[in-house]
């Protein structure tokens, strides 16, 4: 695995626990080139948004636009975002299968797995890399999962919640360590960067 930069210059969104996947996802170097119209679903932080920059976006917030339901997708994108939204949709596999009908080129979509239950309005699943490939492999010819995590920032997350705790607690180097230890069994974070 390729060191990341260093912790403090890579808190993209000020979010620690998200920050090795936004920074994976944005080493796809397809993201830059692609063109047309685009729509994120949840509560877009616009992270992902931003390593797109040759695309329009619109943003359907989560839950007033039901990801899991057709009327949401009144037509289709170039591109279409589901950052940190399938858990908390009773039916994931129908947003799945919705987002690969309504996608002309490519979706992204990360999900949480070892993190505490975080209703909004409600906290239903956890996925595994294995599922969202099996969901995926009907709508998408390429698909692109990673996972990020590891034990200590597991318990961190669990201990410190907030990124501003864990700075004041956890000395840089050993931040850093972390960010550079990848346990596939213990993930934190789950991604898919899917292409048609």
Known sequence: MT???PTMDRLIGNDYWRSVMYSRIGLNHELKSIKGEGV???GSNGIIQNMLPLIKWGVRLYPQYDITRESSFERNWDVIIADQV???????????????EHTKRMAIITVPFLIGIHPSPHD????????INDLTKPYFAHRDIQSWGNAKV?????????TS????NIPEPELEAELNNNDPKKPFVIWAVLTK
């Open 165 to 168: 705790t864990l700075l004041a």
């Open 124 to 131: 239903y699943w956890r996925m595994t890399p294995r599922i």
């Open 86 to 100: 399938l858990e908390h949709t009773a039916q994931p596999w129908d947003a799945i299968r919705l987002i690969g």
């Open 40 to 42: 994120e679903f949840g």
């Open 154 to 162: 597991n318990y961190w997350h669990a201990v410190y919640n907030r």
């Open 3 to 5: 060191p990341l930069k």
